[in-house]
Structure formats: structure tokens, C-alpha cells
């Protein structure tokens, strides 16, 4: 399984600034790890730009629709994935502001 940049950190993060359980925590972190894993890319560099982070939302987006038939689920996942998505946005945002803010102000409103 891939290797999530600054991932205990980032556990960290979860469980104290968000307040998520460890375990929820871990679910998280298995999530952005699959996101690398299915789409060949750095989840730490994909959220640097609008361009990137918009490349990945399609990637995903084109995963879940060839392996996902039914339509609920799909977006089940979808929600899932993209949640955990922001989540890193935001973590990495607060420890590099000036690198990862833009893009997480710009997918705000998915929340």
C-alpha cells in the first residue's frame, strides 16, 4: 500500500483538530492512500494547483464510474473519496498555508 506523505501527522490531526476517532482516522487515511494507489499519483502534490486537484477529481470520477455499476453506490464512494480528499487539503493547508491554501478555498464549496 502506498505511503501517504506526513501520514501519522496527519492521523494526528484527524483525531485532535477534527475530532474524529482513531479508527474513522484510519478510514480516512486508507481512502487517500487508495486515491494514490488508483490513480497513480501523489495526493501531496495533486492538491498544489486548481489544475492538479481538478485532474484528480476527474480520475476519480472516471475509477468510480468503470467499477461502480450502481448508481447509489457510486456516489456513496464518490463522497467518500472526495471527502477525504479535502480533509488532506486542509491538513496540508495548515502546515504550508501558502502552497495548499488556494486550492482548498477553491473546493470549498463541496462541503
Not at 487515511?29 to 490513480?39: A, D, E
Not at 495533486?46 to 486537484?53: G, I, L, Q, T
Not at 464510474?65 to 456516489?75: A, G, M, P
Request: charged letters at 30%; glycine letters at 4%; a positive charge.
Amino acid at each position: 500500500m502506498e505511503v501517504l506523505f506526513k501520514q501519522e501527522t496527519f492521523r494526528s490531526w484527524l483525531v485532535d483538530s477534527r475530532g474524529v476517532s482513531k479508527r474513522v482516522a484510519g478510514d480516512i487515511i486508507s481512502r487517500c492512500r487508495r486515491i494514490q494507489k488508483v490513480t497513480g499519483v501523489d495526493l501531496s502534490e495533486a492538491v498544489v494547483r486548481k489544475s492538479s486537484f481538478d485532474l484528480l477529481m476527474d480520475n476519480l470520477d472516471e475509477f468510480i464510474l468503470e467499477t461502480t455499476e450502481n448508481i447509489q453506490r457510486r456516489q456513496t464512494l464518490a463522497g467518500s473519496l472526495r471527502y477525504a480528499t479535502r480533509l488532506y487539503a486542509k491538513f496540508l493547508a495548515g502546515t504550508k498555508p501558502s502552497k495548499y491554501l488556494d486550492t482548498y478555498q477553491y473546493r470549498s464549496h463541496w462541503e
